[in-house]
């Protein structure tokens, strides 16, 4: 490490970007609206110490999750609905089928399709409601309404219902992405009450699911902070983490959002020393666009990026407590000896990296651009 690098460091504090994280933890961040509040504070912190701002505002289309629940066997059960459900709000009554998969047991099978391919159960599920371990993924949910249901329950691991997005579609959808868009009626329930449905499908029973969805076009605030090198100008590398959260997300992404704005103020602060450029943007549509903001972005800067793009590099979640080691480390190969070299220098820790996943907010991969980092 240079002295300069030393002095970049030094400079870092915790002061301002905690007290982004403090304030954040007391509002959610899913509507557009308090996502557009989230961006206005970041904002305004950021003018604070000087630091310039420009805002975009896209069109961006949402789906916004609204209250959902589950009546089966005279019981009603708490659920969850993904973004992109088809709106159930007067109910879908359909006979309950269960089909097992194999539960996520770590973060690299989260998402995977967890069915036995060689098992032929179209025959089962058509035209039926199917409950089946896992969250109301993409995957899932894709998988599912190909094979012929109108309703998918996902069994969540824990005691805990988790949020999360069902469309396979990245971004706004355009006219060759439309069909993939979901049309069947999804929601997430506890493991607990997941075991208790599979039950009444088990006997036979049917099973009502109610959502309520606001689906459409939101104006969306997205702010980029541009902090110009001095000796390659041209140049850049793309810095960028998603503001709107499920809840009020404080380790995703709250911690996120505070580190890109300390990392803008102290290179802001020190921009005489940068040769390239660096380019920081907070993403609006995350999880309830499935990175609509990131691949706007990408649609209306794709000629720069190809040319002047170094690298693009994704904060999504860090600083959460007792994660201390660099495990499943996001990077394309010819980017790893560098951070590798990076993180021994600050951390003093070995990293172990793997290829990115098709998650949090790569949405550059098309134009060409080495990428490190997420989650």
Known sequence: MNETEKALLSDA??????GLVESFSTFKREHPADVDRGMEEVVARLKNHGVEVTVHQPNLFLSLPGEARV?????????????????????LEGELVYIGANQADDID????????????????????????????????????????????????PGVDIHWGICTTVWGTPDLDDLP???NVVSVAVNNPDGQALIEIARAGGTVKLFTEMEEGWFRSKLPEVFIRGSKEPEKYVLLHGHLDSWDVG????ATGDATLMEVARVLWKNRDK?????????????????????????DEFAIDLEENC???VN?????????????????????????????????????????????????????????????
């Not at 504090?13 to 905690?18: A, R």
């Not at 404080?250 to 992404?253: A, Q």
């Not at 940068?274 to 990408?298: C, E, K, M, N, Q």
């Open 13 to 18: 504090s915790l002061d301002e970007p905690w």
């Open 71 to 91: 009546e089966a066997g005279g019981q009603t059960f708490r659920a969850k609905p993904p973004a992109y459900s088809l709106d159930a709000r007067n109910g």
């Open 109 to 156: 099978t989260i998402f995977d399709k967890k069915l036995d391919p060689t098992r032929d159960v179209r025959s089962l599920i058509d035209g039926k409601i199917v409950i089946s371990e896992g969250f109301a993924s993409p995957g899932m949910i894709a998988q599912f309404e190909e094979l012929g249901a109108i309703g998918v329950i996902g069994i969540n």
């Open 180 to 182: 993939r868009k979901p």
């Open 250 to 253: 404080v380790g995703d992404n």
């Open 274 to 298: 940068l040769d390239r450029s660096v380019r920081i943007a907070w993403w609006p549509g995350h999880s309830t666009g499935r990175y609509a903001g990131s691949t706007w972005f990408a």
């Open 310 to 312: 170094v690298a693009q």
């Open 315 to 375: 904060c999504d979640s860090p600083g959460c407590r007792w994660a201390t080691e660099f495990l499943n480390l996001s990077r394309m190969s010819e980017t790893d000896a560098f951070i590798a070299k990076a993180i021994e220098d600050v951390a003093g820790k070995p990293t172990f990296g793997e290829r990115p996943h098709r998650a949090g907010d790569y949405s550059f991969n098309n134009i060409g651009i080495s990428s490190y980092f997420m989650l």
